[in-house]
């Protein structure tokens, strides 16, 4: 369809100094560091059935909704003197409606030496503009879930056109053009009286840009603004950060409840106990896991060792998560695992990761675990020395390659995160350190296990950084799922182990808590 007309400085604690081997430059982060008045480590986040980021969508009407027929079609010349017309101060008057069609084309012939000819044809195609169908059919695909809106430079009688061309302007709740608001884009004060007249929440609204300027105007109103460049791409983002995804999330973790296992890359499928723990803590759903309501000492291994593999005794990842997330645990038998934890440390009081002497293991991110367990039931105290080490990890960035058996620096900070909810003692001398070591890895790469892990470190540190949460609904499957992240490494057999159920767990937490912030 055609027509013509011829935060940063500001801490979420005022008990949160930054560490000292945290540089100003490497703070100065794309993330927002949101000032709260209550500590995000210290409230749960409620769970969701449903989320949306956007209530409402805004186009561009120039270069998104509408595009040009001549950009591809003129030589070098013409397109110059259509740049030199279109971004002189007469197009912007006329494009404001304060001059009229005369008034802009006398203007202009008389500023430049171009020919009559080359002034009415650069005229003309900067007045003519062609419907995107691939845009209009978003729009129109968005409208049942979103309001949407248009915004654009369009000079009066091309919006006259604009609005003969469509069948019907009721796809848009409203439409807000440079020639009646006198005011046009990349100017904020255009933006100003749209926020005004529509009422809109810049945090609610995803904006649809055409050029950087204009793109930079609305993220300065708080905007998620993106550019739009290849037409298929821009609506493949657009469609991933606009449809629902813990409910499809949740039907996906339902379809496969009791059968969430770790996938290995020797090509074993292993029952692990531990991940039962984690995924159950992440969705407070039984339901999806497996477990022996009898069992009160806990090993990697549910059910039978697998063959090819080697009989692992209890650990403290295993029994600390169990004796935490599972409620027909007793507090007597709590307290003895507890007490035979204590049995297995080194000669500076660090613990093992196994309740053995035939396995002798120190994994930093076991550590976390047992310290977790320990000050939850306020026996933290008996764990010093443990303590005391974890924090060196974290404040020397020991842990940026991740530990013995975990491969990922988020999922570890994730962990961290975890045992500052469960340990309000420990905040003040370890959320500063935390939270920097999250900022510091904000544009990491990372599969979406990784994602999620460190959206979720994020947000409990006050920090909400929206385009890594962009980053993690962009790779959501069509069947609600993710793609399984690496979570375990091998050190006997060279190799790894990824498991979907957790990440698609932690996803929907990783969007729980980002959502909580954001709402604080």
């Not at 409208?143 to 091309?158: C, D, E, W």
């Not at 057999?493 to 709402?519: M, N």
Request: negative net charge.
């Amino acid at each position: 369809m055609s027509f013509k007309y011829d935060a940063f400085d500001h801490s979420p604690y005022q008990s949160f100094p930054h560490s000292r081997s945290t540089s100003p430059s490497i703070r100065a982060t794309t993330t927002s560091v949101l000032a709260v008045k209550e500590d995000p480590l210290s409230h749960s986040p409620p769970h969701l059935n449903t989320f949306t980021w956007f209530d409402n969508v805004i186009f561009e009407l120039n270069g998104v909704f509408l595009v040009s027929p001549y950009d591809s079609e003129a030589d070098k010349r013409t397109k110059g003197i259509r740049y030199d017309v279109i971004t002189s101060l007469a197009w912007s008057k006329f494009e404001k409606g304060l001059i009229d069609f005369g008034e802009c084309q006398t203007h202009i012939s008389t500023k430049f030496e171009f020919s009559e000819a080359e002034v009415v044809g650069a005229i003309n195609s900067a007045m003519s503009w062609q419907m995107s169908p691939e845009m209009l059919a978003l729009a129109m695909k968005l409208q049942s879930t979103h309001s949407i809106y248009a915004i654009g430079n369009l000079p009066q009688p091309v919006f006259d056109g604009f609005k003969e061309s469509i069948e019907s302007l009721d796809l848009f709740k409203d439409v807000f053009i440079s020639s009646k608001l006198r005011e046009r884009l990349p100017h904020p004060a255009i933006l100003t009286m749209a926020l005004k007249t529509a009422g809109l929440d810049p945090e609610r609204t995803l904006y649809i840009g055409s050029h950087t300027d204009n793109v930079i105007t609305a993220r300065s109103f708080g905007f998620y603004a993106i550019k739009c460049g290849d037409p298929p791409e821009c609506i493949q983002h657009v469609l991933q950060l606009c449809r629902e995804p813990i409910a499809r999330a949740k039907a996906w973790l339902k379809s496969k409840a009791g059968e969430l296992d770790l996938e290995t890359s020797l090509g074993i499928t292993v029952k692990d106990a531990f991940m039962q723990s984690c995924i159950l803590e992440a969705t407070n759903d039984k339901s999806l896991v497996y477990y022996d309501p009898k069992q009160r000492l806990f090993s990697w291994y549910y059910g039978p060792v697998p063959q090819d593999l080697k009989e692992s005794p209890p650990d403290v990842d295993c029994n600390s998560l169990a004796y935490s997330v599972f409620d027909h645990l007793d507090d007597a038998a709590r307290q003895d695992v507890m007490d035979q934890i204590l049995q297995y440390v080194d000669s500076n009081g660090i613990l093992h990761g196994y309740l053995s002497d035939d396995k002798v293991r120190v994994d930093a991110l076991m550590c976390v675990n047992g310290l977790a367990l320990f000050n939850e039931y306020s026996r933290g105290h008996q764990l010093a020395a443990t303590e005391e080490w974890i924090f060196k990890v974290l404040d020397t960035r020991a842990f940026r390659d991740g530990t013995h058996y975990y491969p990922s620096p988020d999922v570890f900070l994730y962990y961290v995160s975890r045992l500052l909810r469960k340990a309000p003692n420990l905040r003040k001398r370890f959320g500063p350190v935390l939270r920097d070591c999250v900022l510091e890895r904000m544009e990491a790469d990372g599969d979406a296990l990784a994602l999620a892990s460190r959206l979720i470190a994020a947000a409990r540190c006050g920090v909400r950084n929206d385009h890594n949460m962009a980053r993690l609904l962009a790779l959501q499957r069509e069947d609600g799922s993710w793609e399984a992240g690496v979570v375990y490494q091998f050190t006997r057999v060279s190799g790894v182990a990824w498991h979907q159920g957790l990440t698609v767990s932690l996803a929907i937490l990783a969007i729980e808590e980002w959502d909580y912030l954001r709402k604080k």
